[in-house]
Nanobody, 114 residues
Framework: QVQLVESGGGLVQPGGSLRLSCAASGITFSIYGVGWYRQAPGKKRELVATITSIGTRDYADSVKGRFTISRDNAKNMVYLQMNSLKPEDTAVYYC????????WGQGTQVTVSS
């Protein structure tokens, strides 16, 4: 059974930082591309960042220079370091693994507010 479990969300003030983690199980993690998406209330789910199986990264323009995606294949983990957070970053953040099939986590809430 494939599972992606996110953690690390929470409430943070504008300008603060959070690190999201996603633990994968049930797949050969190293051969999957993985990424983070987010969905704010009333909005469509949008891509935040991805990292391929060989480490190529891509980011949404809105987070470039502030967010960093990384992965640890030995631990079956993917991370999203989020710095200089803004209120518009508030959303539920989802972990996503893709290859022939794709899988989603249950999401973790990030709220940026003073």
């Amino acid at each position: 059974q494939v599972q992606l479990v996110e953690s690390g969300g929470g409430l943070v003030q504008p300008g603060g930082s959070l690190r999201l983690s996603c633990a994968a199980s049930g797949i050969t993690f190293s051969i999957y591309g993985v990424g983070w998406y987010r969905q704010a209330p009333g909005k469509k789910r949008e891509l935040v960042a991805t990292i391929t199986s060989i480490g190529t990264r891509d980011y949404a323009d809105s987070v470039k220079g502030r967010f960093t995606i990384s992965r640890d294949n030995a631990k079956n983990m993917v991370y999203l370091q989020m710095n200089s957070l803004k209120p518009e970053d508030t959303a539920v953040y989802y972990c996503h693994a893709y290859r022939v099939s794709d899988y989603w986590g249950q999401g973790t809430q990030v709220t940026v507010s003073s």
